[in-house]
């Protein structure tokens, strides 16, 4: 062919129609998206909007070709017209071709930097998608965005694969015309318009399953399959980048621009391929094998040998072996056939008529129902109760409700007590009955509680109190064993298979069946602790707790049927909530102390009695003895002779343990001897001094008188004074003077 400005015009316009497909496409791409509301088609449209770059590049390239062979053709005229003559400007002709000087430039510059932009509109358009698709299901408080799909499906499917059709043919067209040296750089065009082609597919692909109810192929497409493509495709045209840059220049070779994709080239020239099979077979053998007899009769053979293979692969899918522990299904477009099915051979339709699928029966599986510790946290030697939870839970505990501790459920009130107001119970809740909950344990309509009654608190604040007088939280980390319940007619697998879909949805670690079988379990946990009291659940009902959770999980499984046998329930953490389990060790230490309390009393009592009373028996049954006999006292009265033989008869015992007592006793028999001997000493010598007052009266007064006042006044000094005592006049100062003072002065003023 004839490389002249006619070549790229031809170039120039097939690049022109190129852009103007490209436009259309993407426009009615994004125009269809935005009326029908389809998140993919929109990221589809993106992809699509961005070759127009492409092509655009292209036109100006060609363009400017034929602006160059044109000058170079005036050139040639002009180089005939002075055929035979010279001038200096001939020695200049390079320099006068201005057309293959931009050309140059054009080359150096422009295809670069639009590769270079086509890789970061690539790079942005798939991080942005990555962005949204990662927001897709969450709150909107949290930023998240729904994935919206189209409801004209068929609508859909037509508008895919009528482009694919289109992009297609037109990419065939274009890699046959890039074949000559003068439309070469068509092939980055071709290559693009064949991506198209691939975009499209995909996403006709997975509307397609949206037909069978089946949105995740579509999800997957949009979430992966088109940034991923994206990414590589930035990829390669960086790379060619780089290697142009020390690509060495051969003259007269036109340079391929950094965005011709050498694998979108592939598929926009499938025959290239095959080509490149032969030689790579030719090349491993070292001759021309494809060229011989033995080649050609397997290629007429082909048909034949790929068919005895299918119809191998087709007898092979219709067999399933089972395992005897497992037990398996037939389904036909996603619907269950027929019955599970156990161990040995199940024949089924080929694939897609049906399929198979295989289920372990005997294989435990476990669900964290609740916050799990961390590695780290297991490997630990030593857990306290007050170790906080934030660190080594893989994710936020959320707390059990149970009754409080049992010390907490009973309140014994005066009715003078200010804090406390029983005729005022907070919100007219006095009893359990009344209670808008139901009671913990066995304390239903027992016991009544009653908070400080606070004028300043609002009745929310007061039931809150009645709330946390009567629950408390527990910290629990619960997990579930549990397996495909194995039953002689096969049903519990058909159960579980029926029970729900095993699909993993967005942002869940779990598949849906899990997750129903998670809620269920906790259904029944959170139900059966919150009848139970915290003391129950730390301590009494500790050894028994995990069975009667696994007998209740079980119970709500069967009559969900689920198909599911609980193997356990393990429950390695059980802890009050909270900075509550400070008060537990207070409560710890508290018992210590009445324990110390209790055993020094007990002590101080058994000192007491063997003081007493000698030892602890004895001093026990005299007490007993002695309230029978103040009751008997009271009765008959203190004067009855069986009440007198009694107190006798505790004294003489009194007397006989040697203890205290019995020396009181003894010290009052003596003293009572002693003083009735004084009194009867004093009756005798007053009987004797009756004579003496008989026989003179005044001297018996007058000596008892001098008597009494020697004995009390007898060593204190006495002055006579033998004048009238109403002619004395008395001036005495009395003066305390303490030796620790100067009493110098007192002394020389004369006292």
């Known amino acids: 062919m004839r490389i ?52 655009l590049s292209l036109v100006v390239i060609f363009h400017q070709h034929k602006l160059e062979r044109l000058e170079a053709l005036e050139e040639d005229e002009l180089a005939a017209a002075r055929a035979g003559t010279s001038s200096i400007f001939d020695a200049a002709t390079d320099e006068s071709r201005v057309a293959a000087r931009r050309l140059a430039l054009m080359y150096k510059w422009l295809m ?51 482009i694919a059709l ?48 089946n949105e995740t192929v579509l999800v997957f497409v949009a979430e992966w399959v088109l940034p991923v493509g994206m990414l590589i495709i930035a990829a390669e045209i960086i790379l060619n980048f780089v290697l142009n840059l020390y690509r060495p220049r051969v003259p007269g070779e036109t340079p391929r621009a950094a965005f011709d994709s050498r694998l979108l080239s592939l598929l926009a020239a499938p025959d290239s391929i095959v080509r490149s099979l032969n030689d790579a077979v030719n090349y491993q053998f070292g001759f021309d ?21 299918v119809a191998v692969i087709v007898l092979l899918n219709t067999m399933v072996i089972v395992e005897p522990h497992q037990q398996a299904v037939k ?91 029983e005729s005022s119970p907070v919100s007219g809740i006095d009893t359990f009955e009344d209670a808008p909950i139901p009671a913990p344990g066995d304390a239903e309509g027992e016991v009544e509680i009653y908070v400080p009654v606070d004028e300043a608190q609002t009745e929310e604040d007061r039931v809150e109190a009645v709330v946390s007088q009567v629950y408390a939280l527990l910290d629990a980390e619960i997990s579930m064993q549990y397996r495909i319940r194995s039953d002689p007619d096969n049903s519990g697998l058909l159960d579980y298979i029926q029970f729900a879909p095993d699909v993993v949805s967005r942002r869940q670690r779990l598949t849906d069946r899990e997750e129903a079988l998670r809620l269920l379990a906790l259904r029944e946990i959170t139900q059966h602790l919150s009848r139970m009291t915290l003391d129950e659940v730390l301590t009494s009902n500790r050894n028994r707790l ?20 609980v193997v356990s329930i393990n429950m390695p953490l059980l802890r009050p909530s909270g900075q509550t389990a400070q008060r537990f060790e207070e409560i710890a230490v508290s018992n210590q102390a009445r324990q110390q309390h209790i055993a020094i009393a007990r002590r101080n009592v058994t000192m007491a009695l063997s003081y007493v009373a000698g030892d602890v028996p004895t001093a026990m049954r005299l007490i007993e003895e002695i309230d029978a006999f103040n009751a008997m006292r009271d009765e008959l009265g203190a004067s009855h002779p069986d009440v007198q033989e009694l107190g006798a008869q505790i004294e003489r015992e009194l007397v006989r343990t040697g203890g205290s007592v019995a020396q009181m006793i003894t010290r009052a028999e003596r003293d009572r001897w002693v003083e009735l001997m004084e009194a009867r000493s004093q009756a005798s010598r007053t009987r004797g001094q009756t004579w003496a007052y008989r026989a003179s009266p005044s001297l018996y007064s007058q000596r008892e008188i001098m008597r009494v006042v020697s004995q009390t006044v007898g060593p204190i000094r006495k002055y006579l004074i033998g004048i009238d005592p109403e002619r004395v006049n008395l001036d005495v100062e009395l003066k305390e003077l303490s030796p620790l003072l100067d009493f110098s002065q007192a002394i020389g003023d004369g006292e």
């Not at 980055?188 to 006709?204: D, F, K, P, Q, S």
């Not at 024949?347 to 294989?363: C, G, I, N, R």
């Not at 934030?390 to 014994?412: A, C, H, K, W």
């Open 4 to 55: 002249d400005h006619h070549a790229y015009q031809r170039g120039t316009q097939v690049a022109g129609f190129g852009f103007l497909l490209q436009f259309v496409i993407g426009l009615t791409l994004l125009i269809f998206s935005w009326v029908t509301g389809d998140t993919t088609l929109f990221f589809a449209s993106g992809f699509v909007l961005l070759g127009v770059l492409v092509w």
């Open 112 to 162: 670069p930097t639009v590769s270079l932009i086509m890789a970061s509109m690539l790079l942005l358009l798939a991080y942005i998608i990555y962005a949204v698709m990662s927001h897709v299901g969450e709150a909107v408080e949290a930023g998240g965005r729904d994935f919206l799909m189209s409801s004209q499906i068929g609508w859909a499917v037509a508008l895919c694969l009528s």
């Open 166 to 213: 289109v992009t297609f043919i037109f990419s065939r067209f274009v890699a046959g015309m890039a074949k000559l040296p003068s439309w070469q750089n068509l092939r980055g065009g071709a290559g693009y318009m064949v991506g198209n082609t691939l975009v499209m597919l995909a996403i006709a692909t997975g509307t397609v399953f949206r037909v069978f109810e």
């Open 289 to 309: 094998i494809t060229s011989s007899w033995g080649y050609q009769l397997l290629l007429r053979s082909f048909v034949w040998l790929v068919g005895l293979g």
């Open 331 to 421: 389904l036909s477009w996603g619907k269950l056939v027929g019955e599970a099915h156990g161990s040995g051979i199940m024949w089924k339709l080929p694939w897609p008529l049906q399929s198979a699928e295989v289920y372990d029966v005997t294989t435990l599986r476990e669900i964290d129902l609740t916050a799990r510790q961390t590695q780290a946290a297991r490997t630990r030697d030593i857990h306290l109760w007050t170790t906080d939870l934030q660190m080594d839970m893989n994710r936020e505990p959320e707390p059990f409700i149970v009754g409080s501790t049992s010390l907490l459920l009973d309140y014994e009130l005066d009715d003078e007590d200010d804090l406390f107001n």
């Open 546 to 565: 995990a069975a009667d959770l696994r007998e209740r999980v079980q119970e709500s499984f069967d009559q969900m049927r689920t198909g599911v046998e």
